[in-house]
């Protein structure tokens, strides 16, 4: 199993960034993938999942209004893109592929966003 993100990317207060999750080794539509971020000296906080059978999502709900998660089954890949950037917003933000126990959890490599003019 395996997720790759897409590269780092800077961005100017107020703008939006897409972030990429491609996975493989497993049937895609077999699980959801939850989205996490780590800000500078913080813990992770969990932003929410998809599903990707159906595209069915759930939002933390700070986050929602400002995060869409969406799903391409054609190249196995999920996205996460946030709006209305600010400095808060500078974090690493992960992709996850939880397992059912005991499995443990499958992580993307992380993609560093940084939010600043």
């Known amino acids: 199993v395996q997720l790759v993100q897409s590269g780092a990317e800077l961005r100017n207060p107020g703008a939006s960034v897409k972030v990429s999750c491609k996975v493989s080794?497993?049937?895609?539509?077999?699980?959801?993938i939850d989205w996490l971020r780590q800000a500078p000296g913080q813990g992770l906080e969990w932003m929410g999942r998809i599903d990707p059978e159906d595209g069915g999502t759930k939002y933390a709900p700070k986050f929602r209004g400002r995060v869409t998660f969406t799903a391409d089954t054609s190249t196995s890949t999920v996205y996460v893109e946030l709006s209305s950037l600010t400095s808060e917003d500078t974090a690493v933000y992960y992709c996850?592929?939880?397992?059912?126990?005991?499995?443990?959890?499958?992580w993307g490599q992380g993609t560093q966003v940084t939010v600043s003019s």
């Open positions: 996850v592929r939880n397992s059912p126990p005991p499995g443990s959890p499958f």
């Open positions: 080794g497993y049937s895609f539509i077999q699980h959801y």
